[in-house]
């Protein structure tokens, strides 16, 4: 009897944790392909089994043909002669690509489960109507054979980019657009941000066999390519044809990248306990930086295993290449000329996207503030980590950009779509600098140790789940105790912005009274530092009702008092505390400078010299 029961619920278990499990759509990617270094021309083949994990009948689907985008009149073109502030990279120059200088993808023939399928192109999306349609749960083989034009390097991907690395490979291959729970996401490509479904690629690239390729997955045939993979005292032995086929799977990915060039060196620094680092790069020029670059990176990688969760994979690879930073699946695209400064910081930035873009999997369209806000604020701990630097705030930048465009009356809300802010600038501190200060400021609310517990958490629940905003909401509830919808909803959602400030002091023999008021247009919780003749502080904590609690004492030295909560539908607050024997010197609202308060002009009071 209890055999059986046990029995039976092994078997429910999968089943009970399935239940909790979002769904998604599942890819196999059998890609074989050859370039042409004469043409810049791709041509392959690929094999593409998706699975419908949805509860949903699709009778059709999308594919991205990116390289589309780099012709003239294409909406990344349109996009770029509007925009009140182009990014320099592209501007006006797709207007001037000549027909051997443009991107194309033509599809020659497409199947499903081997019948013929219609299809259309429009722009950079592929449109299929399927023969039959997928049922839920129901597994299909499309089958496609296509000829790429790689284009002159204008944005991300393209040939001979402005340090002449021949070609940088990235959104190179027509993609199965994603579907999930909001539907599918067939967004045109202008430039911005990418998304896609998780599953193994499988990817043969032949080239001139004096080219040097780097990129996502695992080299299969190190023995027939060497270039610095082959293993040690072992013999390389190279078909005779003067071409190479470069064999690589990559288990578990969401978008495979790759970049080739015949001046590459290709270098291979362990980290303990993983990954194994590659480092792929034109070393005339950048050696010395590029040398310095691997030990910051080994180290980088111990420090973030630790800190935020083991990275999954066993191989990582830093590239130059690209037209800036950007990041792919177990490897970056970085552009290397750059002063040491400028070469730590993308690559420290690139390399936490492995974690949050490589390993979480935003949607990064929709929530480009989780995908840059939250690489940005580990690379801004991380590089004060690295650097020695202990600063007091290592997030300054981010506040400052923060501020200014408040002051500029530019601000968008942060949840808009990567593609719609109607300015870059509005896009890049949105995204980037006002995710950071989300960041730091969740743990003035919550208390930085549950925000590092809640980071550490939601990377191991969420690995390989495409999580939304509410996931790690919902994490950063249950570590803390605390209500956050609020916060997600005024700081997310909308530009609303937060001025507390201290109205009045009286410190009187017996009594301390304090009036604090708040003058924005967003309720946040409040500390307070009260600084005492003899040298001592203390901090008094004023939480918002709607928190349903209060964060715990963070420094174990100084006095941490929580108050009676403050309802935030009133805009003054007093508190009167009693100090007998003590003399009030000053008080501090947000000594610690994490609450992003757009006036910190009236958050201090000198009580007494
Ligand atoms: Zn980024």
Not at 144 to 154: D, N, Y
Request: overall charge negative; glycine content about 8%.
């Amino acid at each position: 009897m209890q055999r059986l029961f046990v029995g039976i619920l092994l078997t429910l278990l999968p089943l009970l944790t399935l239940a909790q499990t979002r769904w998604q759509q599942h890819v196999n990617y059998v890609m074989d392909v050859s370039l042409d270094v004469e043409t810049h021309r791709v041509a392959g083949t690929q094999r593409l089994t998706y699975t419908n994990h949805s509860p949903d009948t699709l009778h059709r689907v999308f594919y991205h043909l990116y390289f589309n985008a780099f012709q003239p009149y294409s909406m990344m073109d349109e996009r770029n002669h509007h925009l009140p502030d182009p990014d320099g990279r592209v501007g006006k120059r797709i207007r001037g690509l000549d027909s051997t200088e443009i991107g194309f993808q033509r599809i020659h023939s497409l199947t499903q489960n081997g019948a013929a399928l219609s299809y259309e192109v429009a722009g950079t999306i592929l449109e299929v109507e399927l023969v039959e349609a997928i049922k839920p749960g129901e597994e299909v083989l499309f089958e496609m054979t296509f000829t790429s034009q790689v284009p002159k390097q204008i944005r991300r991907s393209g040939r001979d980019n402005k340090e002449g690395i021949d070609y940088s490979m990235t959104q190179w291959y027509p993609k199965m657009c994603a579907y999930d729970l909001e539907g599918w996401h067939a967004d045109p490509y202008i430039g911005r941000e990418f998304y896609g479904e998780w599953g193994d690629f499988d990817v043969t690239i032949t080239i001139d066999s004096a080219y040097v390729i780097g990129g996502t997955g695992y080299l299969q045939n190190p023995q027939e390519i060497g270039h610095g993979y082959e293993r040690e005292g072992q013999e390389v032995t190279r078909p005779s044809d003067g071409k190479l086929r470069w064999h690589f799977l990559a288990p578990n990915v969401h978008d495979f990248a790759w970049a080739a060039d015949p001046d590459y060196v290709h270098e291979q620094v362990p980290v303990p306990d993983g990954p194994m680092l590659h480092f792929i790069y034109q070393a005339d020029s950048v050696r010395d930086n590029w040398k310095k670059l691997q030990g910051y990176t080994v180290r980088l990688f111990e420090l973030v295993n630790k800190h935020y969760g083991k990275y999954p994979y066993d191989q990582f690879t830093v590239i130059q290449g690209g037209d800036g930073g950007m990041e792919y699946p177990m490897s970056t695209l970085v552009t290397g000329r750059r002063s040491m400064g400028s070469l730590l910081g993308t690559t420290v930035h690139e390399v936490m996207h492995a974690w949050y873009y490589g390993v979480l999997g935003f949607n990064e369209a929709n929530y480009p503030w989780m995908d840059e806000g939250f690489a940005s604020y580990v690379e801004d701990l991380m590089i004060d980590s690295l650097l020695e630097k202990g600063a007091k705030n290592p997030h300054q930048g981010a506040y400052a950009r923060y501020f200014r465009i408040i002051e500029k009356g530019w601000e968008e809300p942060s949840n808009t779509h990567g593609d719609h802010y109607t300015r870059n600038y509005a896009y890049s501190v949105g995204t980037y600098s006002k995710g950071t200060v989300f960041l730091r400021q969740l743990g003035y609310i919550i208390g930085d140790k549950a925000l590092q517990t809640s980071l550490r958490r939601f990377f191991q629940e969420w690995a390989f789940r495409h999580p939304e905003p509410r996931d790690f909401k919902r994490v950063a509830e249950k570590v803390s105790g605390l209500e956050l919808d609020w916060y997600f909803d005024y700081f997310i959602n909308t530009t609303k912005v937060i001025d507390y400030g201290i109205k009045e002091v009286k410190a009187k023999r017996k009594a301390i009274t304090i009036t604090l008021e708040n003058t924005g247009t967003m309720p946040m919780p409040v500390d307070l530092e009260l600084t005492f003749k003899d040298g001592s502080k203390e901090i008094l904590h004023i939480p918002l009702r709607i928190m349903r609690g209060a964060k715990p004492q963070e420094h174990e030295i100084n006095g941490f008092t929580v108050l009676p909560d403050w309802n935030w539908v009133n805009p003054i607050y007093t508190l009167t505390i009693f100090r007998p024997g003590k003399k009030l010197k000053t008080v501090t609202l947000d000594a610690s400078e994490r609450l992003a308060d757009v006036n910190p002009d009236n958050n201090h009071v000198d009580v007494a010299k």
